[in-house]
Nanobody, 122 residues
Framework: QVQLVESGGGLVQPGGSLRLSCAAS????????MGWYRQAPGKERELVAT???????NYADSVKGRFTISRDSAKNRWYLQMNSLKPEDTAVYYC????????????????WGQGTQVTVSS
């Protein structure tokens, strides 16, 4: 079994910063992609950023230049540094991972964290 645990959400004023963290644990063989998604009220869940050892980082246009995704592969942890936050960044943020759980199976599954609320408001 695999579990993703998030932390770091909260209330912040416009222009402020937050850092979200995600820690994966359980029967993990290899994490191919670590990512962050968000879902604002009344909107569909959207990609925020992804990072992988085999590919460049990828960002949504709306956050590029303000958000930075990073990882600590040895600890199965990844982060989302959010700077210059705007009210439109308000959403529930979810970390996710595309990973394999066995060296004998190449099939990859996607796991999700529970979500953490980020509210940007004065």
């Amino acid at each position: 079994q695999v579990q993703l645990v998030e932390s770091g959400g909260g209330l912040v004023q416009p222009g402020g910063s937050l850092r979200l963290s995600c820690a994966a644990s359980g029967n993990i063989f290899s994490i191919a992609v670590m990512g962050w998604y968000r879902q604002a009220p009344g909107k569909e869940r959207e990609l925020v950023a992804t990072i992988a050892t085999a590919a460049p980082t990828n960002y949504a246009d709306s956050v590029k230049g303000r958000f930075t995704i990073s990882r600590d592969s040895a600890k199965n942890r990844w982060y989302l540094q959010m700077n210059s936050l705007k009210p439109e960044d308000t959403a529930v943020y979810y970390c996710n991972a595309d990973l394999t759980t066995s060296p004998t199976r190449a099939t990859m599954n996607r796991y999700w964290g529970q979500g953490t609320q980020v509210t940007v408001s004065s």
